[in-house]
């Protein structure tokens, strides 16, 4: 089986093609770095019109690259959700007109499903069970994996995400967009603990995040300083090790709950050195594997959701049709997301 996916949820525009038999084809990505940057963050309508831009060249190159006819794909896998509203009906909208003109099925893929399974284009792949910390710009999630669609949603942010929190913090020092890789390397010049940050909700029990009041706590510290280059270097530094002690603390909760002693790291947050670093002290403590995806695919990307797509058409999803139906989901609870089924349709 050989999927096409698409990926519009926010501002990269990916393109992939996955194959059962032969796996990643090929690839591209073009980021909307660029033009948001004047504005120190997304702009949803300017991210719609970049996608409608973009998504025709970016498929010609792929196919290009790929060396493989647009007639021998099986199916097309396109981002449904969670996401920006205008960007998702942009890809949902370009998937639905390619699968009806070329008489193949469609199918949306959930963002983070993506990103949960995007660690199963490496070599060595996690095997099932296992715990994921899906950490983005818009979602930190703890999810139990028992296998495709077998999720158990173990805790999740109660108000910002890390990878959002990151960002805030990054544009009150100042930073460029995006953020967070900013931040990261302006705490490379940081003291260490010279500020006392506090690590939130890990002195009581649960496998909840909570970033905001961190968030408040950081912007205070920062104003009670003089501001300098170093005052900021070393607020970044107590800021991103508060993250990261949070979220080490709760996978070793998660980890401990479940018994597993395999887990998967995704999103653009799991690309952070720092958070990679403690991450394995997990190693001994735990005897855990962890697995992560390669770094360009830590960010959105194309991959994840044709091979996401993937599983889903082979298993028979329901959701794959032939229609010309748009429907996306800008807020789509993981936990709501269906097991897949028998199909209504049969596959070529």
């Not at 309508?45 to 409608?52: F, I, K, N, V």
């Not at 669609?149 to 020092?173: M, N, P, V």
């Not at 300083?225 to 979220?247: H, I, N, R, Y």
């Not at 050195?273 to 594997?289: G, H, P, S, V, Y």
Request: net charge negative; with cysteine.
């Amino acid at each position: 089986m050989r999927v096409l996916g698409i990926e519009t949820s926010c501002d990269d525009t990916g393109i992939a093609i996955f194959d059962s038999e032969e796996g990643l084809l090929a690839h591209a990505v073009h980021s909307q770095t660029i033009t948001h940057l004047p504005y120190g963050g997304v702009v949803p309508e300017l991210a719609s019109r970049d996608h409608s831009l973009k998504l025709l060249p970016l498929l010609k190159t792929v196919l290009q690259n790929a060396n493989v006819p647009a007639s021998s794909l099986s199916g097309i896998a396109y981002t449904a959700g969670p996401g920006l509203i205008g960007a998702l009906l942009v890809g949902a909208a370009f998937a639905k007109t390619l699968g009806y003109a070329w008489g193949i099925p469609t199918v949306g893929v959930h963002h983070m499903e993506g990103h949960l399974l995007a660690p199963m284009l490496e070599n060595p792949a996690p095997e099932f069970p296992f715990v994921a910390l899906l950490v983005s710009g818009g979602h930190t999630l703890l999810v139990e994996v028992d296998g495709v669609g077998q999720y158990k949603l173990l805790g999740e942010s109660l108000d910002d995400a890390a990878g959002e929190a990151f960002d805030k913090i990054a544009k009150q020092l100042g930073l460029p967009y995006p953020g967070g890789p900013a931040l990261a390397a302006l705490a490379e010049q940081g003291t260490p603990n010279r500020f006392a940050f506090p690590r939130p909700l890990c002195d009581r029990p649960g496998l909840d995040f909570s970033f905001s009041g961190l968030k408040t706590f950081t912007l205070n510290t920062l104003r009670s300083t003089a501001q300098s280059t170093q005052d900021k270097a070393d607020v970044a530094w107590g800021f991103q090790d508060a993250v990261v002690d949070t979220l080490l603390i709760k996978c070793k909760r998660a980890l401990k709950s479940t018994g597993l002693n395999r887990l998967v790291v995704a999103g653009g947050v799991g690309a952070n050195q720092q958070l990679r670093i403690k991450l394995k002290t997990l190693t001994a403590e735990f005897n855990t594997n962890i697995y992560y995806p390669r770094l360009e695919f830590c960010t959105d990307n194309g991959a994840m959701i044709a091979y996401a797509g993937y599983q889903r058409l082979r298993m028979r999803d329901l959701n794959a049709d032939f229609d010309l139906d748009i429907a996306v989901h800008p807020r789509w609870p993981m936990d709501a997301l269906p097991s897949p089924g028998a199909s209504r349709h049969p596959l070529p």
